[in-house]
């Protein structure tokens, strides 16, 4: 165990040795490209390597740092829950250190500022790390801050656009409301422990009240950072306009790191778990899920569609911890493992087909210099290789069979089809209508991303310079590549992770998934095999068994030819690239069905030539609903404060005075 | 106790039941005027089938009669009644659909749930098989409500309450065998008044509104401010 | 589990696999043959889908030129999700292996995978036709998909499992129960079935009328043995469904062991059931007028009503505490 903590700390010393080299990219740029990258693809492998081996090992491992404060050493934790986030980190954190170098070629002359993109990338991922390994409560939040706020720098990379500065802002205050209620959190918590080591709070005994607040302030907090409806509104902003590899790292990997937040405050630290949390979980969970997806159809930039279906899938992840909660508060504690694992088999599966899309996107992005879906069109053709992953990634975030999405979406749904084993028979009516907006979600999901790969890489191109592109370059590739193994052998090996995985919620809630496993390899039974059973590997060597007598069947003696010719199309004139289904055109069916849930401004204007223009923008409820009003609110606030600004210097140093009085009498 | 234990007869009575409360939802949710009586019709003989199935079962021959009595009245009378009202005022092809089903439906649901958890505490008393259908009507008693809530119409504001009626009535036969006779005769009687009536209202709000939109019933404030 | 590395059941399993292929286009022929009768007209023989995949195999395929490999792959990828599909459900006998390796979800799951490279193959081409099919043919699915999975866990939990085999044994073992759940469950999942399956009065399978086709615009430009596959594919989905309608809801009859003359029963009895419900299918098909597409969406909303009543009514009305 003691091994994989010096592989974290080495993660950590070569995150931030390679945010060390990029200072010096400014007289040598192709330092940032040679040396600091391929060092940050090693600090992700020597991250993985700690998380395996901590997920194997199933101990823990303690450290005292010689930093911090006099009376608060900052310490190191790592026990199997951090080492499966570190994994995580590590994973695509590595693919992304493979990925970048072309990409940052790509904007190595027209950026200035190439020392920021390194050195903030590295202390991102340092930042990251420390949070998972953080032992208490003021490293943990350090680090969360360095995470916060390396990102906002990288969220501002391009700053040139003033819409990206807005987004970084915006990111920046939400991180910082986040951070507070956080920081609120632990403080009834270690208010109860006498200190803020985890050691000492998860000795702690709250009263229910006091746990409640507690609970409520992280969920406020993680939920924030981790893009939770109706607290998601910067994610799908600040995600997008970072550079792509950096956008796979927010989205894949950071939300993430919230996850890991919550589960450690809730799961762990705060002791007596009530089922009214997990109540208010899944429900957000849900909301999360659905309008996430339905957001996420309504995009036709592709990053910013990705950041929404990110919303989407962290739902799924929250319904997961939901349904772990619930079954946590009523006793039953092998379904709430069931579900947690169910809920971080999700986090890993997210964070492997999130970070493989945003590398896709980066790759287009590279070679097309396109983010908009509208324009482009038959990348398959141009880009063959990024075509494939991209279509791994699409076909897994879809819950497809035999792939990783699927597998996590199976594991919830067998979770929550235990409801019956509860008592209220509220709660036994509740659970199943949750698992059909799961159901519905990922039915969505799928049609979202047929959209995504339909328009983008199938049919013809839409405009002449993604006509023009040509494949990335193969380390780019090999990037992709990590990831897209990663969802194929997370999909077809699920018993070998699961058995993996449930040393977490062993160490965590003292109950593993001893019955998951327990027939071999080939099934994943998660209660009992009478129950329910899935094998994966079984069905990929159906699929092929299938495949081949298909393909033998009909080799024999029948013409094997293949004539090209024009499309038919009904008989109709050669298509051009300009008569095909659009991306807003594909998606027109839903916001039609699902109108009621988007703020949508559609007019058709004709102008002085008589030509008709279609204007259609749909906008997030959110705003109107929620930030709005709380913006106005705060405005209006500050209205009445700005009058104390009269410009006069004695009337402030009176305010001071009256400060000064009242502090004094508040602690004398 | 689960279904499997309960005699076939039971089981049957809940089938029903539960498809009186689909009839609900049909009810609540039909654009069509004289689909949504022809639903009313249907649950009305889906309760008297319940009644003739308590009879058969608990042995109180006065049921067989208020069977009887709920047939030709709320199969028969009520809706040949307002199938002539709604022919007389030319209704026939008269459409109105539900603004924002998905949420009116959800409105529903949670109210079939809320009403479960209302009837949850009966379990203490009661057979469990008793407290099921004592929320199942429950809960057409409040879709009943809901629907008078959500459809302006006239004749539909009647559907609901006259589904209102329908599952106090189920509640009664299900769970205390019935009503005293003289009782029932009395709130059917009240019911084909209370139909009278409503004749005569949609006639005359038809001639001094022009529709039979109780929303329009709002311009009879006194306020002036009201009116758009 | 061990008696699944056994050879028997696996064996059997082929069987019944194979045997949804065989049956399929056959299903196709009663079901139009029974329809050309209700309309007064002779209609084609019952063999007549048989000679049509022969004939289309026998073809030369035609393939646009603007088409990418993906086009090509899509069929193999259809036609085989579907049939492992079909595989997990079972057809003349309870005692399935793969109904072991994949449970309803994963069966859901399958059909799903079928469905995106259906859409991504019509968007492939950049017709208008394929990427409207495409659209809309994931627009009714994913409105079916939680109406179906409702009513499939509403059985699940009366079975408390979501093992197909073991749901029908549960059935069968429970003798004849009337459950307010499995009535409504069962609308549901005929109404998913028919939105589906493409029929009347979602899509009609049989129409070339431009803007009201959904399946066959995504298949519009397939020829030969794409052509065939993909249509033999939809015929198999058709005895998908009707065999899990027939089975789960109706599982009498259904061999419980491997003695041949229940086997032959269970055979005798499945290719009834079938028939009777192709008769059902071919009625309302030929009362019903084809909807509307925005329509289609008031139609998958019942069927989510449906499937939430009757799992509102497993839990109010069926489960004592």
């Known amino acids: 165990m003691d091994q994989a903590l010096s592989f974290a700390l080495l993660a950590v010393g070569l995150a931030l040795a390679s945010s060390l080299v990029s200072c010096f990219a400014a007289r040598f740029p192709c330092l940032l490209r040679l040396v600091a990258l391929p060092v940050f693809a090693l600090a992700g492998l020597a991250a993985l390597v700690a998380g395996v ?4 090992d199933g101990g823990t491992a303690t450290m005292t740092l010689p930093l911090g404060l006099p009376w608060l050493p900052w310490q190191l934790h790592l026990d199997a829950l951090a080492g499966f986030f570190l994994a995580i980190i590590g994973i695509v954190g590595a693919a992304a250190g493979i990925f970048a170098p072309a990409y940052v070629r790509g904007i190595e002359r027209s950026s200035e500022s190439l020392p920021m993109l390194g050195g903030f990338t590295g202390l991102f991922l340092s930042g990251m790390l420390l949070v998972v390994l953080a032992g208490d409560a003021f490293l943990f939040m350090v680090a969360w801050e360095l995470m916060s706020l390396s990102s906002y720098f990288l969220v501002a990379f391009h700053h040139e656009h003033a819409a990206n500065r807005r987004a970084a802002f915006l990111y920046l205050l939400m991180a910082h409301i986040g951070g507070l209620s956080i920081l609120l959190g632990y403080g009834v918590l270690a208010s109860f422990g006498g200190g803020f080591a985890f050691t000492a709070m998860r000795a702690a005994e709250l009263t229910p009240g006091w746990a409640s607040v507690a609970f409520a302030l992280a969920f406020v907090g993680f939920g924030m950072k981790a893009g939770l409806v109706p607290l998601h509104a910067w994610l799908p902003e600040a995600h997008p306009v970072a550079p792509s590899h950096i956008s796979a790292l927010m989205s894949g990997v950071m939300l993430k790191v919230a996850v890991y937040g919550f ?47 990110s919303v989407e899938n962290l739902g799924i992840i929250f319904i997961g911890l939901g349904l772990s909660l619930l079954y946590l508060g009523t006793g039953h504690r092998l379904l709430g493992a069931l579900a947690l694992v169910a809920a971080l088999y999700h986090s890993l599966n997210h964070a492997l087909f999130k970070g493989l899309l945003f590398l896709g996107a980066g790759a287009i992005l590279h070679s097309a210099h396109e983010r908009d879906l509208e324009h482009m069109g038959g990348l398959l053709r141009r880009m063959p290789w990024t075509g494939l992953l991209f279509l791994i990634g699409c076909l897994s975030i879809a819950a497809l069979p035999p792939f990783n999405g699927f597998v996590s979406e199976w594991l919830t749904f067998q979770a929550s089809l235990q409801a019956w084993q509860l008592d209220s028979g509220v709660l036994r009516a509740l659970i199943p209508i949750v698992a059909a907006t799961l159901a519905l979600t990922g039915a969505l999901a799928a049609l979202c991303f047929v959209k995504v790969y339909g328009i983008a890489f199938l049919g013809q191109a839409r405009t002449r310079h993604v006509r023009r592109a040509r494949p990335v370059p193969s380390s780019m590739r090999a990037g992709q590549a990590v990831l897209a193994v990663g969802c194929v052998l997370l999909g077809v090996l699920p018993t070998a992770v699961v058995a993996l995985l449930s040393v977490i919620p062993e160490q965590i809630l003292g109950h593993g998934l001893p019955q998951a496993t327990a027939h071999g390899w080939l099934w994943l039974t998660p209660v009992a095999p009478e129950t329910g059973s899935y094998s994966a590997p079984l069905v990929v060597a159906l699929l ?47 916001r039609r069905v699902f109108g009621l849930l988007f703020r949508i401004d559609e007019s058709v204007e004709t102008d002085n030539k008589g030509v008709l223009r279609h204007r259609l923008a749909v906008h997030d409820r959110a705003w109107t609903l929620l930030y709005l009003p709380i913006a106005r609110l705060v405005d209006a606030g500050v209205r009445r404060i700005v009058r104390l600004q009269s410009g006069n210097v004695r009337i ?7 400060t000064l009085l009242v502090l004094l009498w508040i602690i004398s | 106790m689960t279904l499997a234990e309960l005699p076939l007869l039971q089981q049957l009575l809940l089938v029903l039941a539960a498809l ?16 949504a009586i022809h639903a009313f019709a249907w649950q009305g003989a889906l309760i008297a089938a319940i009644t003739v199935i308590v009879a058969t079962g608990g042995g109180a021959k006065h049921l067989y009669f208020s069977a009887l009595l709920t047939f030709m009245l709320k199969v028969l009378l009520i809706p040949w009644m307002l199938h002539r009202q ?10 109105q659909a539900l603004r924002r089903p998905a949420l009116v439906i959800m409105a529903a649901v949670a109210l079939v749930v809320f009403s479960y958890w209302l009837a949850l505490p009966m379990v203490a008393q009661e057979l469990t098989f008793t407290r099921n259908i004592v929320a199942v009507s429950l809960a057409i008693v409040l879709i009943g409500l809901l629907m008078m809530v959500f459809r302006p119409q006239a004749v539909l504001q009647v559907l609901g309450f ?25 709130v059917a009687f009240d019911v084909l008044v209370a139909m009278v009536l409503f004749g005569v209202f949609f006639l005359q709000i038809r001639d001094s509104i022009e529709s039979l939109d109780v929303d329009r019933l709002n311009r009879l404030t006194e306020t002036v401010e009201n009116e758009r | 589990m061990d008696y699944l590395l056994t050879f028997l059941p696996w064996l059997l399993a082929a069987v019944q696999a194979l045997l949804y292929l065989a049956l399929a286009p056959l299903l196709a022929g009663w079901l139009r043959r029974i329809k050309a009768r209700l309309q007064n007209r002779r209609g084609p023989s019952l063999w007549q889908p048989y000679r049509d995949l022969y004939k289309l195999f026998g073809k030369e395929a035609r393939v646009a030129t603007t088409a990418s490999p993906l086009f090509r792959a899509a069929p193999y990828i259809v036609f085989v999700a579907t049939w492992l599909a079909a595989a997990t459900v079972p057809l003349i006998a309870v005692d399935l292996p793969t109904a072991m390796v994949a449970d309803i979800i994963v069966l859901a799951g399958l059909l799903a995978l079928a469905r995106f490279f259906l859409a991504l193959a019509g968007m492939d081409i950049g017709t208008a036709f394929g990427g409207m099919g495409a659209s809309r043919e994931m627009l009714v699915s994913a409105l079916a998909e939680p109406a179906m999975l409702m009513a499939v866990f509403t059985l699940a939990m009366t079975a408390h499992s979501t093992n197909l085999a073991s749901m029908i044994d549960a059935q069968l073992a429970a003798g004849l129960v009337l459950r307010p759940s499995f009535l409504f469950a069962l609308g549901a999942l005929v109404l998913v079935a028919i939105a589906e399956t493409g029929r009347i009065p979602v899509d009609n399978p049989a129409t070339h009328l431009e803007l009201t086709m959904i399946h066959e615009a995504m298949i519009l430009e397939y020829s030969g043995r794409h052509l065939a596959l993909m249509e033999w594919a939809a015929q198999i989905k058709l005895v998908l469904y009707g065999a899990l309608i027939a089975n789960v809801f109706f599982p009498w009859g259904i061999a419980q062991s491997t003695a041949p003359t229940a086997l032959a029963t269970g055979a005798l009895v499945i290719l009834l059931k079938l028939l009777a419900l192709a ?34 009514g497993h839990v109010i009305l069926e489960v004592g505490s």
């Not at chain 1, 081996?53 to 194997?56: E, F, G, H, K, M």
């Not at chain 3, 059902?280 to 139609?299: D, N």
Request: charged share 15%; proline share 3%; hydrophobic share 60%.
């Open chain 1, 263 to 309: 589960i450690r405050f809730v799961f762990d630290l705060t002791g007596e778990i009530q089922w009214q949390w997990g109540v208010a979980v899944l429900a957000i969970g849900s909301l999360s899920a659905l309008m996430g997806v339905l957001y996420a159809l309504m995009q036709h930039d592709l990053k910013r569609l990705l950041a929404y279906s």
């Open chain 1, 652 to 658: 402030y140093l009176g305010w001071t005075l009256a």
């Open chain 1, 544 to 590: 092929a068994a299938m495949a081949v007598a298909a393909a033998w069947l009909w080799r024999r003696g029948v013409v094997r030819r293949v004539r090209r010719g024009d499309p038919w199309d009904c008989g109709f004139a050669m298509p051009s690239s300009r008569m095909q289904y659009t991306a807003t055109a594909f998606a027109q069916p839903v």
């Open chain 1, 53 to 56: 081996v901590a997920l194997w």
């Open chain 2, 162 to 186: 006259m589904s209102m009626e329908n599952g106090l009535f189920l509640a009664a036969v299900s769970t205390t065998q019935g009503m005293p006779l003289l009782v029932e005769l009395g």
């Open chain 2, 20 to 35: 009186v409360l689909f009839t609900s939802f049909v009810l609540l949710e039909q654009a069509r005027l004289v689909s």
């Open chain 2, 86 to 95: 709604v022919q007389r005022l030319d209704l026939e092809r008269h459409t």
């Open chain 3, 279 to 312: 008769v059902a299918l071919a009625i309302s098909e030929t009362v019903l007028a084809k909807m509307r597409f925005f329509r289609a969406p008031a139609l998958l909303n019942l069927a989510l009503l449906l499937a939430l009543l009757g799992l509102l």
